[in-house]
């Protein structure tokens, strides 16, 4: 739990009584997605409607497009005029005066079986060649995943990264006095309830695997850390200690989690197995809050007071010296560690509020990502070239944004306080 802030919002987030439930619930939020900004280097894409897409309930080539453009490293193209599919020849002599550098046609078409046949293909528009094809069969449920997959396609096939964009995101939202837990594509879009309740949830965390979310519920009146499995629905307390149990984090091997527990006098941060026990203390003295894993597991990064104001620090992840991570400025909360370790988001108050901020771990190099004032819970995309965070701009909001910060998307839902993103692994 943290004891820091003396902001009303962040307090209320962590003293909240949100509680998750099952993925049980039919109830859909709709988003919007608005991209702003121009990035140093974009490729210039041409993404033409897939042929029988009318016919089908998503639009894929709609949906490639925003996925490439919410990135940072593609520019969509005017296209909906073309008329090709993946066996079309392209006139190159037509289509250069769009200056494109990438050409993706592809067609859906409804099989005898009551799926969907999805192909695409990707031409290099510079050269005139072929450069690859991308085939898919999905049930109508997974039209929007088979889309998502075939931007990563491209993402990958242009940038040499995976692309993040079949991944998901989960988040809370509270509205008219309830409270809803919501797993949502990458985007926001197909965002399905796993809660409606009176009673608030904080702190919700995907598994390594994506399989399953721990989350800190307070439905027993005390803030209790759960693990649900997704699939089936059924979930476990893994901590309910004497005092508070809160702030989980999964170990990257899946089978332990770090927490912030009471149950010995202040906040310490404790290592709890999935399997039981008596969890492993792992900090002494000083209120220890917010962990974080390296990616390799090596490495816990932490939120504690003890230089006499909250700062980041890290140390070994089984316990042991610690060293302060963070400098600039006086109190730095929230921090996240990027898949490829190289980075460190954190939330940093100021003058004007709380921002997110972007620190090179080698080089200790530190960058402001917002000119918001309200910015919370960072987390990165899959594949380190994104985060997702819940902000304040005309309304409460979900954002992405790029490592620079020239690139962000919105995610506006239909009303609510929308807060604690976190951003899950890449679907299979």
Request: net charge positive; charged share 20%; no cysteine.
């Amino acid at each position: 739990m943290n004891l820091f802030s003396s902001s009303a919002r962040w307090a209320a987030r962590f003293f909240a009584a949100w509680a998750l439930l099952g993925l049980t619930s039919g109830a859909w939020a709709q988003f919007r997605v608005e991209v702003t900004g121009v990035g140093l280097t974009q490729l210039p894409v041409i993404v033409a409607p897939f042929k029988g897409e009318g016919l089908v309930p998503e639009k894929i080539a709609e949906i490639v497009q925003a996925d490439l453009a919410r990135s940072g490293q593609f520019k969509p193209l005017p296209s909906a005029s073309l008329l090709l599919d993946e066996l079309s020849r392209p006139d190159w002599a037509a289509l250069r005066p769009l200056s494109a550098e990438a050409l993706v046609a592809g067609s859906v078409t409804r099989l005898a079986n009551g799926r969907y046949d999805v192909r695409a293909r990707l031409w290099d528009a510079v050269k005139g060649q072929e450069k690859a094809e991308f085939k898919d069969s999905v049930g109508a449920a997974d039209l929007r995943l088979s889309a998502h997959r075939v931007a990563d396609w491209v993402y990958q096939q242009m940038t040499g990264t995976p692309g993040v964009f079949s991944s998901r995101i989960s988040y809370v939202t509270k509205s008219a006095g309830r409270y809803s837990l919501w797993i949502a594509d990458s985007d926001g879009q197909g965002a399905r309830s796993a809660l409606s309740s009176p009673e608030p949830i904080i702190s919700p965390s995907w598994s390594p695997a994506g399989t399953h979310l721990a989350y800190v519920s307070f439905e027993s009146r005390k803030p209790v850390v759960y693990v649900h499995e997704l699939t089936s629905g059924k979930r476990r307390v893994v901590a309910n200690f004497k005092g508070s149990n809160s702030a989980p984090a999964w170990a990257p091997d899946g089978r332990s989690l770090v927490a912030t527990l009471s149950r010995d006098g202040g906040s310490q941060l404790h290592r709890v197995s999935l399997e039981g026990g008596d969890p492993q203390r792992l900090t002494f003295g000083s209120i220890n809050t917010e962990p974080a894993f390296s990616p390799d597991g090596q490495t816990l990064y932490f939120v504690s007071d003890r230089g006499g104001s909250p700062q980041i620090y890290k140390m070994p992840a089984l316990g042991g010296p610690a060293q302060r991570v963070t400098f600039s400025g006086n109190y730095n909360i929230s921090p996240a560690i990027s898949p490829d370790g190289r980075w460190l988001a954190y939330v940093s108050r100021l003058s004007s509020g709380f921002r997110l901020h972007l620190m090179e771990l080698a080089s200790g190099q530190v960058v402001a990502l917002t000119d918001t004032n309200a910015d919370e819970r960072p987390s990165f995309a899959p594949n380190s070239r994104m985060l997702v965070y819940a902000t304040q701009q005309g309304g409460e909001a979900l954002m992405t944004t790029t490592l620079d910060g020239r690139i962000k998307a919105r995610l506006a839902g239909q009303g609510g306080d929308l807060r604690e993103p976190h951003w899950g692994p890449v679907r299979p």
